[in-house]
């Protein structure tokens, strides 16, 4: 068979690459910047409660500290494509350091809560940055048979992240004060700014790119109004006016944008990415996946403090060894998938995620506190087996200079898809629990023996307590309700809990098309079809 030389002249496929190893200074460089980003996602939601009390605001108001950050994040990350090629990725990386470490250095002085919010928004302008620019440079500086593995390593700032967060947080706000959340970034941001400055290598600046205006505007707006109506969804309700004409003018965005990207010289976000099949199986996997991931990461703390009474430390001790188990998977699936590929990999973890997933359809006020930190180590190590091959199937087959648009489509997909999650796995929730409070009550009746029963013993037993006998009957009924109440919860929990088992179960099915065959087959088909237009960079330089 004879050579392509293309390929062979470029080393971006098995062949010259093996000589190459990882760059492990500038590997951990990235995963320095990525864990501090992904820290403070999660460590703010903890002090939620605190700022309220501090501002002296509404629950509404303080709510737009995490909002504010989650739809800022998610306008910026489409245009992080078009800067990493622009200005370079090592340039890009470090101005998204420094707009982030501004950020938190705001945070931490803010006066009132819109001044943090405003904050806030400083700092999603470089965090949101940070997370798809690292990951487009790693898919430049690693040899693609050893993707797995430095991918792998990165994601462990993923999953490490988000566990150490909640019990990082609860123990900074309660001894130290909420700022302390904020100033904990700027000695970890300052070191990775001179470890970025010193250690990575910048790419080809392809100045004769434009920006695309147009694009931006209807990508970011669709993103914004789509996550917006997700967060606000529930509370407003989903067929409320406002929620209905956020959604409907999302679509309508999202189709123009398509529109308009196919006729773009200079697309923001290249549509051709769309025609690979192995990537687009990738983005509806790694959708699937964080609707798996996030659905549980968002109902275990509402169980533990809302039916259990935990404090928010405890619930993140329950949780924090099950993040920490996917964590430590991600290196060991990295080194799985540059042996066997992703398909074994997505079967057997998302069949372990399914079947411990639908162990939390179980929950009761009973459940041991260790018995279901163990059914969610259990449940990780199947997600931290299977994820993350997922998204280097589909960033295997991106040819080098595509990187940065991929890499950003990517983490677009997967900051909508979590926050599709948590809508979905809450309305779930809410909508089950009017259901089981409606049947139960039928069933407290005066025909029921049962009821009766409960409601003489009650009453009897307040009468001894001293309550006159009309108190006792009034509250009698009152403490029958609150157990009813308390019972639909927990039923209404469980049937939610199928959101995550469903999702990981439709995962299993499209890990088929990620063989490690397939996926070279693939890559090979993209090179050969994409690769001549990439030697049309500036100056005759190769951009893959």
């Not at 245009?79 to 470490?101: A, H, M, N, P, Q």
Request: proline fraction near 5%; include cysteine.
């Amino acid at each position: 068979m004879k050579k392509n030389p293309i390929h062979s002249s470029r080393g971006d496929v098995a062949g010259n690459d093996r000589s190459r190893d990882i760059p492990w200074p500038a590997l951990m460089t990235l995963i320095l910047g990525c864990f501090m980003a992904i820290l403070d996602t999660s460590i703010v939601n903890v002090a939620i409660p605190r700022l309220k009390e501090v501002f002296g605001t509404d629950a509404a108001s303080v709510q737009w500290v995490a909002t504010s950050y989650l739809l800022v994040s998610g306008v910026v990350i489409p245009i992080t494509g078009y800067l990493s090629d622009r200005f370079g990725i090592k340039r890009t990386y470090i101005v998204s350091l420094v707009i982030f470490i501004a950020g938190s250095g705001a945070c931490a002085l803010a006066w009132s809560n819109s001044s943090l919010v405003f904050a806030r928004i400083i700092q999603a302008v470089g965090g949101g940055m940070i997370i798809p620019v690292s990951m487009g440079m790693i898919r430049i500086i690693v040899p693609r048979e050893k993707m797995g593995m430095a991918l792998g390593i990165w994601g462990i700032s993923a999953m490490g992240a988000p566990a150490i967060g909640p019990t990082l947080g609860g123990y900074l706000v309660d001894r130290l004060g909420w700022e302390w959340i904020f100033t904990i970034n700027l000695p970890i941001g300052v070191a990775a700014v001179f470890l970025a400055w010193t250690l990575l290598e910048e790419t080809p600046r392809r100045t004769e790119l434009k920006f695309d205006l147009l694009g931006f505007i209807l990508i970011a707006s669709a993103c914004c109004t789509l996550l917006l109506a997700l967060s606000n969804g529930q509370d407003k309700g989903w067929t409320s006016l406002y929620i209905v004409n956020l959604i409907i003018y999302s679509v309508f965005a999202f189709i123009l944008f398509i529109i308009w990207e196919l006729t773009a010289s200079q697309p923001l976000i290249d549509i051709r990415l769309l025609k690979n099949r192995t990537y687009i199986v990738s983005i509806l996997s790694v959708s699937l996946s964080n609707i798996a991931m996030y659905s549980v990461i968002y109902l275990i703390p509402v169980y533990a403090q809302t039916a259990r009474g935990l404090t928010p430390l405890q619930s993140g001790l329950l949780t924090m060894p099950g993040a920490l188990a996917t964590a430590l998977m991600m290196p060991v699936s990295g080194r799985l998938f540059d042996r066997f590929g992703a398909m074994p990999l997505c079967i057997v973890g998302f069949g372990v995620t399914a079947y411990y997933s639908y162990q939390l359809h179980t929950l009761s006020y009973s459940t041991g506190f260790t018995h279901l930190q163990w059914i969610l180590v259990k449940r990780s190590i199947g997600l931290g087996l299977a994820m993350m091959p997922l998204t280097t199937a589909g960033m295997k087959t991106i040819p080098r200079y595509l990187a940065s648009r991929a890499s950003a489509l990517n983490n677009l997909v997967r900051q909508i898809s979590g926050s599709l999650g948590i809508a979905l796995i809450t309305h779930i929730m809410l909508n089950r629990q009017v259901y089981h409070a409606a049947w139960l009550s039928d069933t407290v009746n005066w025909s029921s023996y049962a009821a009766l029963n409960t409601i003489d013993i009650l009453r009897a037993f307040l009468i001894s307590s001293g309550v006159s006998p009309p108190l006792a009957a009034s509250g009698a009924w009152e403490v029958l309700g609150g157990a009813l109440n308390r019972e639909a919860f927990i039923a209404a929990i469980d049937d939610a809990m199928l959101l995550p088992v469903l999702a990981a179960a439709m995962i299993i099915p499209l890990g088929m098309f990620l063989s490690k065959k397939a996926v070279e087959k693939e890559s090979l088909r993209q090179y050969s079809r994409l690769a001549p237009r990439a030697l049309k960079g500036p100056g005759g330089v190769h951009l893959d």
